[in-house]
């Protein structure tokens, strides 16, 4: 008896989109069913217009998606009449559409949208030949056209666009009056109005501030996201958009608007009360009185980040407690922070919602900091600790112990932690002090040999922890009161970069996660293809894997990844110096899904076989391929996802 088409696209809906890309070639009944809709209402489409064709378009179409991506969108006749057979196909069931730094004509831009009745979201970043004629929707009929499917667009996106102007501005917002969402990132928007126009005339220039602020006065009551990240809008600026009567931002972004001082954010929190957002990042010129500021007048903020404020003073952290609805603080580089203050800030009742930490860089941040934080925080979800060279492996065992909901972890360039962090064993407990350990301080000191001296020696990477038998670990890490990293049965995503003290041993027994998904162990120069082999096999989930500069990895050790994790998405293997083409050979043999494959500095690979990988994978997007043995220069290659 044969299923019924409804019953596998049901069982289809257990399996992630690799799983079932891979279920959809076992017969034609199993394909149909996989274009049911119900599977595709989170995927994303991407298309390479300038080498698709039409022909699976109509296939495409059944399935509904709502988000399309489009790049390399040359003006050509192929790329046109390829954007036609999208809008036919794909138009009317899409709400979210990017045609992101492609070089759009205005007719073929007129053309796909008049087919995107229902689109919410739109992304015309970096589309800078769209906009450089200045002819977009100059024509009323072309703007007739397209008002109807326009209407409903809620999110629009026009950031780095050099050329949008005043009148170019103005033709969008007339076509898309209900936009709530706007970013004009890295837009030139023009302070100060061209003395030659009136207040009335609009420039076909540039972008002025003054016809944005007639722009937000008029959309007040819809506009509630602004992005004008990297514009210069300055103290002044900004106090004139903060105070548009009726407008309430619930989120705004600045970053690297470096020309707001403390006094343009306090005017700013004291207008806009209804921020839940607010990202002040880059920002070096903003410290203390811009987060007390924040503090006092933004009752209902849940997301603040303020990363980069090197000025920021330790005591101001501790008013972060009055931010009772924070679910994520961005603190990264801000040197002086990590005190006893921050503890006092983030790890009191109020901050019962956070989920998302980040202190990287804070290189006040020290053990006791961490534990006194995740004592405090068990809901967190993401923490990201890189660069703060006084965590060691105190803080791993806190976290092991203490966050059981944690998503992901960043301890890159924590250069203190051991094995025994990652283990949960304490490396000072008497069974681990050897003879040896008690003498060493001393066997190097007053001689009269420098080739005998510690500081003349070769480096060694022979970690303490090779000392200890393997029965003696798991004993100890098997004992009841003994946590390691494992106990983070929800993480998804760990970064261990530059942590060269850890080896093949907590690799093969602590890096063993039911969900993880991405791993960066680049710079771990200890370890060895026994390394690639337990995590292929203790992590199911896995999709990317970063393994650069670890010297001692071979072929062999990458044969037994991808044998295992043939779902694998991204590789890095640059500066892996016993990489040769065999291991790529494999790669085009087992693993159908790669997307990214980074092999720069591996001088035992060709050009020639990489070529010949591009043409067995389908999948693969780019190949990053610096330094290789055919050549002295980067070169990137880039191939669309056959869908």
Same mark, same amino acid.
């Not at 060691?392 to 966050?403: E, K, T, Y």
């Given at each position: 008896?044969?299923?019924?088409?409804?019953?596998?696209?049901?069982?289809?809906?257990?399996?992630?989109?690799?799983?079932?890309?891979?279920?959809?070639?076992?017969?034609?009944?199993?394909?149909?069913?996989?274009?049911?809709?119900?599977?595709?209402?989170?995927?994303?489409?991407?298309?390479?217009?300038?080498?698709?064709?039409?022909?699976?378009?109509?296939?495409?179409?059944?399935?509904?998606?709502?988000?399309?991506?489009?790049?390399?969108?040359?003006?050509?006749?192929?790329?046109?009449?390829?954007?036609?057979?999208?809008?036919?196909?794909?138009?009317?069931?899409?709400?979210?559409?990017?045609?992101?730094?492609?070089?759009?004509?205005?007719?073929?831009?007129?053309?796909?949208?008049?087919?995107?009745?229902?689109?919410?979201?739109?992304?015309?970043?970096?589309?800078?030949?769209?906009?450089?004629?200045?002819?977009?929707?100059?024509?009323?009929?072309?703007?007739?056209?397209?008002?109807?499917?326009?209407?409903?667009?809620?999110?629009?996106?026009?950031?780095?666009?050099?050329?949008?102007?005043?009148?170019?501005?103005?033709?969008?917002?007339?076509?898309?009056?209900?936009?709530?969402?706007?970013?004009?990132?890295?837009?030139?928007?023009?302070?100060?109005?061209?003395?030659?126009?009136?207040?009335?005339?609009?420039?076909?220039?540039?972008?002025?501030?003054?016809?944005?602020?007639?722009?937000?006065?008029?959309?007040?009551?819809?506009?509630?996201?602004?992005?004008?990240?990297?514009?210069?809008?300055?103290?002044?600026?900004?106090?004139?958009?903060?105070?548009?009567?009726?407008?309430?931002?619930?989120?705004?972004?600045?970053?690297? &608007?470096?020309?707001?001082?403390?006094?343009? %954010?306090?005017? *700013? =929190? @004291?207008?806009?009360?209804? $921020?839940?957002? /607010? !990202? +002040?990042?880059?920002?070096?010129?903003?410290?203390?009185?811009?987060?007390?500021?924040?503090?006092?007048?933004?009752?209902?903020?849940?997301?603040?980040?303020?990363?980069?404020?090197?000025?920021?003073?330790?005591?101001?952290?501790?008013?972060?407690?009055?931010?009772?609805?924070?679910?994520?603080?961005?603190?990264?580089?801000?040197?002086?922070?990590?005190?006893?203050?921050?503890?006092?800030?983030?790890?009191?009742?109020?901050?019962?919602?956070?989920?998302?930490?980040?202190?990287?860089? &804070?290189?006040?941040?020290?053990?006791?900091? %961490?534990?006194? *934080? =995740? @004592?405090?925080?068990?809901? $967190?979800?993401? /923490? !990201? +600790?890189?660069?703060?060279?006084?965590?060691?492996?105190?803080?791993?065992?806190?976290?092991?112990?203490?966050?059981?909901?944690?998503?992901?972890?960043?301890?890159?360039?924590?250069?203190?932690?051991?094995?025994?962090?990652?283990?949960?064993?304490?490396?000072?407990?008497?069974?681990?002090?050897?003879?040896?350990?008690?003498?060493?301080?001393?066997?190097?000191?007053?001689?009269?040999?420098?080739?005998?001296?510690?500081?003349?020696?070769?480096?060694?990477?022979?970690?303490?922890?090779?000392?200890?038998?393997?029965?003696?670990?798991?004993?100890?890490?098997?004992?009841?009161?003994?946590?390691? $990293?494992?106990? /983070?049965?929800?993480?998804?995503?760990?970064?261990?970069?530059?942590?060269?003290?850890?080896?093949?041993?907590?690799?093969?027994?602590?890096?063993?996660?039911?969900?993880?998904?991405?791993?960066?162990?680049?710079?771990?120069?200890?370890?060895?293809?026994?390394?690639?082999?337990?995590?292929?096999?203790?992590?199911?989930?896995?999709?990317?894997?970063?393994?650069?500069?670890?010297?001692?990895?071979?072929?062999?050790?990458?044969?037994?990844?991808?044998?295992?994790?043939?779902?694998?998405?991204?590789?890095?293997?640059?500066?892996?110096?016993?990489?040769?083409?065999?291991?790529?050979?494999?790669?085009?043999?087992?693993?159908?899904?790669?997307?990214?494959?980074?092999?720069?500095?591996?001088?035992?690979?060709?050009?020639?076989?990489?070529?010949?990988?591009?043409?067995?994978?389908?999948?693969?997007?780019?190949?990053?391929?610096?330094?290789?043995?055919?050549?002295?220069?980067?070169?990137?290659?880039?191939?669309?996802?056959?869908?």
């Amino acid at each position: 008896m044969e299923l019924p088409t409804e019953l596998i696209s049901y069982i289809l809906r257990f399996l992630t989109s690799a799983e079932r890309h891979e279920a959809s070639l076992v017969c034609k009944k199993w394909y149909y069913a996989s274009l049911d809709p119900a599977l595709h209402q989170s995927s994303v489409i991407t298309l390479r217009a300038s080498s698709s064709s039409g022909e699976k378009f109509n296939h495409l179409g059944q399935r509904k998606s709502p988000s399309l991506v489009v790049s390399h969108i040359d003006g050509s006749a192929n790329c046109s009449q390829v954007l036609e057979e999208i809008g036919h196909h794909l138009g009317p069931h899409l709400t979210n559409l990017s045609l992101r730094g492609s070089d759009v004509t205005e007719t073929v831009f007129v053309g796909i949208m008049g087919h995107c009745s229902g689109l919410q979201k739109l992304d015309l970043s970096c589309c800078n030949s769209l906009f450089m004629s200045g002819n977009l929707l100059q024509k009323e009929k072309e703007r007739e056209k397209v008002r109807k499917p326009l209407d409903n667009v809620k999110s629009l996106n026009l950031a780095t666009n050099r050329y949008l102007s005043d009148v170019l501005f103005d033709r969008l917002a007339d076509v898309m009056p209900n936009v709530a969402r706007l970013s004009l990132a890295s837009c030139n928007i023009v302070h100060q109005s061209d003395a030659y126009l009136s207040t009335q005339q609009k420039s076909a220039s540039f972008m002025s501030l003054s016809n944005f602020l007639m722009y937000l006065q008029a959309h007040a009551d819809k506009i509630v996201t602004l992005d004008l990240s990297c514009t210069g809008i300055g103290s002044e600026a900004l106090t004139l958009i903060s105070h548009v009567k009726g407008l309430a931002l619930e989120e705004l972004t600045l970053k690297k &608007c470096s020309g707001i001082s403390n006094e343009g %954010v306090a005017r *700013l =929190v @004291k207008k806009q009360t209804s $921020l839940k957002s /607010l !990202d +002040l990042s880059g920002i070096a010129s903003l410290h203390s009185p811009s987060l007390i500021a924040i503090a006092n007048h933004l009752p209902h903020l849940e997301h603040l980040n303020a990363s980069e404020w090197s000025q920021l003073e330790p005591q101001a952290s501790e008013y972060l407690s009055s931010l009772s609805h924070l679910k994520s603080v961005n603190l990264s580089n801000c040197y002086h922070i990590g005190q006893h203050y921050l503890s006092k800030g983030l790890g009191s009742s109020n901050s019962a919602n956070l989920i998302s930490l980040s202190l990287g860089g &804070c290189g006040s941040v020290r053990d006791d900091v %961490v534990l006194s *934080l =995740v @004592k405090s925080l068990p809901q $967190l979800e993401q /923490l !990201d +600790l890189n660069s703060c060279f006084g965590v060691g492996d105190s803080s791993v065992h806190a976290i092991s112990r203490f966050l059981p909901n944690l998503k992901k972890l960043r301890l890159a360039w924590c250069k203190k932690i051991t094995d025994f962090g990652i283990l949960g064993l304490d490396q000072n407990a008497p069974v681990f002090i050897t003879d040896n350990e008690t003498t060493k301080h001393y066997s190097d000191r007053f001689t009269k040999s420098h080739s005998n001296m510690g500081f003349f020696k070769l480096p060694s990477f022979n970690e303490k922890i090779h000392d200890i038998p393997e029965k003696e670990i798991l004993k100890l890490m098997d004992a009841p009161d003994q946590v390691n $990293l494992t106990a /983070l049965t929800k993480l998804e995503s760990l970064d261990l970069m530059a942590c060269n003290h850890l080896t093949d041993v907590c690799i093969s027994h602590a890096i063993h996660f039911p969900k993880l998904r991405s791993l960066n162990l680049s710079l771990c120069s200890n370890i060895t293809d026994q390394s690639l082999a337990a995590v292929a096999t203790n992590n199911p989930k896995l999709v990317e894997l970063l393994i650069g500069q670890c010297h001692q990895v071979s072929d062999a050790g990458l044969k037994i990844l991808v044998e295992r994790r043939k779902g694998l998405q991204s590789l890095d293997v640059c500066g892996c110096g016993k990489v040769t083409d065999a291991a790529l050979l494999e790669l085009g043999r087992h693993t159908k899904h790669l997307k990214h494959l980074n092999i720069s500095q591996c001088g035992s690979v060709t050009m020639a076989m990489a070529e010949k990988l591009q043409q067995q994978v389908p999948s693969l997007r780019s190949i990053q391929m610096a330094h290789i043995s055919s050549g002295g220069s980067a070169f990137y290659h880039y191939q669309p996802i056959n869908i």
